[in-house]
């Protein structure tokens, strides 16, 4: 079974550090693309960050300079370094990969809880 497992998350206050990490698991030829999504209640889901296989980063303007985007391409994960978090970034994060499983397929983590007191 394909599927994307993270971990990390939790709460913490403002100006504070967290780390999420995200392992594809299952039977993959290639994962292309990976990287993260946040959802803020009553928000429509928006990009945070992604890597390429090639290691081409993009992030949000709003986390650009705090979070860093990072991938092991032998393990099939990929991790968030957050810092100087602020209450704003309060949302359930999402992993997101595409992944080769014969042809490419978007997947999506089951989503963990990140929140940040003033």
């Known amino acids: 079974q394909v599927q994307l497992v993270e971990s990390g998350g939790g709460s913490v206050q403002a100006g504070g550090s967290l780390r999420l990490s995200c392992v594809a698991s299952g039977a993959i030829f290639r994962v292309n693309a990976m990287g993260w999504y946040r959802q803020a209640p009553g928000k429509q889901r928006e990009l945070v960050a992604d890597i390429s296989s090639g290691g081409i980063t993009r992030y949000a303007d709003s986390v650009k300079g705090r979070f860093t985007i990072s991938r092991d391409n032998a393990k099939n994960t990929v991790n968030l370094q957050m810092n100087s978090l602020e209450p704003e970034d309060t949302a359930v994060y999402y992993c997101?990969?595409?992944?080769?499983?014969?042809?490419?397929?978007?997947?999506w983590g089951q989503g963990t809880q990140v929140a940040v007191s003033s």
């Open positions: 997101h990969a595409e992944l080769n499983v014969g042809v490419p397929v978007p997947y």
